[in-house]
C-alpha cells in the first residue's frame, strides 16, 4: 500500500544544482530511515546518503559538501540537495525508505529512480 513517489532528476551543467524529493505514501506508522542511492553505467551501486527521522545523516565520502539530505516527518518526504555537481554525479538517482508500517511491520521500499545526468 506503500508509494514511493520521485522528482527532481534532469539535466544540469557541471557546478550546478538540483533537489531531488521522494515522498512516501500510504498506511505508514513512522519512518525510520529515508535515503538515496545512485547507480551509474558500469559501477556499482551506491550509497549516497541516508537519515533517520530524529535528523542523523550519513554521506558518501564523495558528496560530503555537496550535498544535503533532509527530512520532513509530517510529509513523509526526504529531499537531496545537490550542488557543485560533478560529470562522476550522473546516475539513477533510487529512493530508498525503512518503514514501520504497524507495531511489528517493518518494511523496506524503492522508489523507480530517477536520472540525474551532469553534463556541458
Known amino acids: 500500500q506503500v508509494q514511493m513517489v520521485e522528482s527532481g532528476g534532469g539535466l544540469v551543467q557541471p557546478g550546478g544544482s538540483l533537489r531531488l524529493s521522494c515522498a512516501a505514501s500510504g498506511s505508514i506508522l513512522r519512518i525510520n530511515t529515508m535515503g538515496w542511492y545512485r547507480q551509474a553505467p558500469g559501477l556499482e551501486r551506491e550509497l549516497v546518503a541516508t537519515?533517520?527521522?530524529?535528523?542523523?545523516?550519513n554521506y558518501v565520502d564523495s558528496v560530503k559538501g555537496r550535498f544535503t539530505i533532509s527530512i520532513d516527518n509530517a510529509k513523509n518526504t526526504v529531499y537531496l540537495q545537490m550542488n557543485s555537481l560533478k560529470p562522476e554525479d550522473t546516475a539513477v538517482y533510487l529512493c530508498n525508505a525503512d518503514l514501520m508500517l504497524g507495531r511489528w511491520s517493518q518494511r523496506d521500499y524503492w522508489g523507480k529512480g530517477t536520472l540525474v545526468t551532469v553534463s556541458s
Open positions: 537519515i533517520t527521522s530524529g535528523g542523523w545523516a
